[in-house]
């Protein structure tokens, strides 16, 4: 072990001043058994070093062909390893100037390296995988209880713990998602609907607004299930409210819902899109008008990142293009995007790739890096930009 008289013989061999350094010097020698394999290093920010600091856990998430993500309560980061030209030492106990007492005294501290790497985890914060969930979900799809004898269709279920173990994504990520693609529980088993089952049960909801002239503002929940519960299931009926409308408690301390007309008008015409490769539409306008219940207005607003719109074609058409079905990656995405159309004015383009700008990105932002813009008849399109490599 070195001593404190060696340690400033050495200072002044290397013409150091001692007064210009810590009063305190480190003397490191190497545990027994050291290997650099023996510890990973995770570079964490303030907000994860306090998350951790106050007893919540990191959870790495991914397949196995698939790469890792690290993942809090409510975020996801990607993990990528770092090499640095630097040896870095693990000395437990070692302390930085800011953390060392006030003293003039020159003190020699002995400290064992235990474990030693050229590399160390770097944390990006990004957008959570969450394409898998459905894909896993519509393995087995429900379509309402079973009939008599009839056997449920076979296909994988999930619950929530199988759903953390296979989507790179935190948990409240997940839980978001769920709600987004219209998902419940059902028997501890996270489900997606069979849309035409959703369909069907919105159909009764709506037919049931209708005879009893009920406005579609306040809707009553228990009045629903008396009247609908001998066709379905209470829990698909009040299921069906949550996703198509918002719940609120009346004056009078009935829980009642009101119908989104944006909502049922979009699900009414993917309805009519689905099964059609490109519909007019002026036509398709005029049925989707007639299908949706009397008394809500259809627009084509109501649409973005549902259906497409030709305006170039002659007549006008529009054709079923979900969001939700392009790739997650933002490159394949654009490839996509430009192999459906050469061609896109933002307006177009805009609802396909706002799920891909960051927390301060912007869709023009994402689009000039992704994309050439170009002026033809006073509108800006965008087309492919081959990328570079760099």
């Known amino acids: ?29 190497f545990g027994d058994n050291v290997s650099s394999g023996d510890y990973c290093l995770l570079e964490l920010d303030d907000t994860l ?92 799809p429900y379509d309402g209880p079973a009939v008599g004898m009839q056997e449920e269709a076979p296909g994988e279920k999930y619950t929530i713990d199988d759903l953390l173990e296979r989507i790179q994504a ?42 009893e002239s009920w406005s579609f503002n306040k809707v009553p929940l228990t ?34 819902f009101a119908l989104d007309e944006d909502k049922v008008c979009r699900a009414t015409a993917q309805l ?6 490109k519909f007019n539409l002026s036509e398709f306008q005029e049925v989707w008008q007639q299908s949706v219940p009397e008394g809500m207005s259809t627009r084509l607003d109501q649409l973005r990142g549902l259906a497409l719109l030709d305006r170039s074609s002659k007549p006008e058409t529009i054709s079923l293009l979900r969001v939700e079905d392009l790739p997650e990656d933002t490159l394949e995405r654009f490839n996509r995007l430009f192999c459906l159309r050469e061609k896109w004015t933002q307006d177009d383009i805009e ?21 050439r813009s170009s002026v033809q008849n006073g509108i800006k399109v965008y087309n492919s930009r081959r990328p570079v490599a760099i």
């Open 1 to 29: 072990m070195r001593t404190l008289e060696e340690v400033k013989a050495t200072l002044q061999i290397a013409k150091v001043k001692e007064e210009d350094l810590q009063p305190i010097t480190y003397c490191l020698s």
């Open 49 to 140: 070093c306090k998350h951790i600091e106050g007893g919540k856990s990191l959870i790495i998430r991914g397949d196995k062909d698939e790469h890792a993500v690290l993942c809090t309560e409510e975020k996801t980061y990607d993990l990528k390893i770092a090499d640095t030209s630097n040896l870095l030492l693990f000395v437990p106990g070692c302390k930085t100037p800011d953390q060392l007492p006030d003293s003039s005294t020159s003190q020699l501290v002995h400290a064992q390296i235990w474990g030693l790497t050229n590399s160390y985890w770097e944390l990006r914060k990004q957008r959570p995988r969450l394409k898998k969930l459905k894909k896993l979900l519509m393995e087995n």
């Open 170 to 211: 935190s948990r409240e990520e997940i839980e978001t998602h769920l709600q987004n693609v219209h998902a419940c529980e059902i028997d501890g088993f996270w489900r997606i609907l069979d849309f035409d089952y959703e369909i069907k049960l919105l159909g009764h909801v709506t037919q049931l607004v209708d005879s």
């Open 223 to 256: 009045v629903c299930l008396e009247e609908l519960g001998s066709l379905e299931p209470k829990a698909m009926i009040e299921h069906c409210l949550n996703c198509y409308g918002r719940c609120y408690t009346s004056e009078d301390g009935q829980v009642m």
């Open 272 to 277: 009519l899109l689905q099964n059609a490769v």
């Open 351 to 371: 609802p396909y790739i706002q799920d891909l700008c960051g927390e301060k990105q912007t869709t023009g932002a994402l689009l000039t890096k992704h994309a």
